[in-house]
């Protein structure tokens, strides 16, 4: 059984993975190439350059689907609620989820 929990934010989407021998993994966007981490569990992803909103929300879908398809497809994924106390992004963050 392998679990994916999401938080998708627009700036800073995130995910971690509970893989099938039931280890850990953290997988993080940056903005920048000064970020760096020394611990084998956490993959941190460049993010996607993009012109317009949908092609964001693509690169974002993307990467993370590639970076989390390592341990397979998730049996179980659990997303996490829109932070709606943010003007107008919980928007942005339903269009992303849909990409």
Same mark, same amino acid.
Not at 72 to 96: D, H, R
């Given at each position: ?12 989407? =995130? ?67 829109? =932070? ?16």
């Amino acid at each position: 059984m392998i679990v994916l929990g999401l938080d998708y934010s627009i700036t800073s989407p =995130a995910a971690t993975i509970l893989d099938s021998d039931g280890n850990f993994h953290f997988i993080g966007f940056r903005n920048t190439k000064k970020q760096h981490v020394k611990d084998s569990r956490i993959t941190l992803i460049e993010y996607p350059e993009w012109q317009h909103e949908m092609e964001r929300y693509q690169g974002v879908c993307n990467a993370l689907y590639g970076a989390f398809s390592e341990w397979g497809m998730p049996t179980y994924a659990y997303i996490e609620n829109y =932070a709606y106390a943010g003007s107008g992004v919980v928007f942005n963050i339903a269009e992303c989820t849909m990409a």
